[in-house]
């Protein structure tokens, strides 16, 4: 996707391997939305990481509204793509949008046996 799509989409996210020092590349992860009234997670789109680690157009703005969220990252999978083992078999991210004229970035660390992720300001 273009650029235009990088900026479209109100969740971005970047992922980087700190373990070799690159962006994870590649790696498969999926968003989804809680229903409030089911109280079940709804897939809403799956993806892959770029080369640089960030996956555009995750959602659009049309459909981007206030709730819970969650973003799952393949981190297993990610793992043994490089031909190495994981603790984590996934990483999931949650969290809450108020306002659906917000942006949200989630950014992931990863290392074979650690993960963390940061809110900056």
Same mark, same amino acid.
């Given at each position: 996707m273009g650029s235009s799509a990088k900026s479209s989409s109100p969740i971005t996210t970047h992922v980087l391997n700190t373990g070799d020092g690159v962006p994870a590349a590649r790696m498969? +992860?999926?968003?989804?939305?809680?229903?409030?009234?089911?109280?079940?997670?709804?897939? +809403? $789109?799956? /993806?892959? $990481?770029?080369?640089? /680690?960030?996956c555009p157009g995750l959602i659009t703005s049309d459909a981007f509204t206030p709730g819970l969220y969650k973003v799952r990252f393949e981190t297993g999978q990610y793992w043994e793509s490089l031909g190495q083992s994981s603790f984590y078999p996934y990483v999931e991210i949650v969290f809450s949008v108020s306002d659906a004229d917000q942006?949200?970035?989630?950014? +992931? +660390?990863?290392?074979?046996?650690?993960?963390s992720t940061?809110? /900056?300001?």
């Open positions: 498969a +992860l999926s968003l989804h939305r809680l229903d409030p009234r089911m109280a079940i997670w709804n897939l +809403l $789109t799956i /993806g892959n $990481t770029d080369e640089d /680690g960030r942006s949200c970035h989630v950014p +992931l +660390l990863v290392s074979r046996y650690s993960y940061y809110r /900056g300001s």
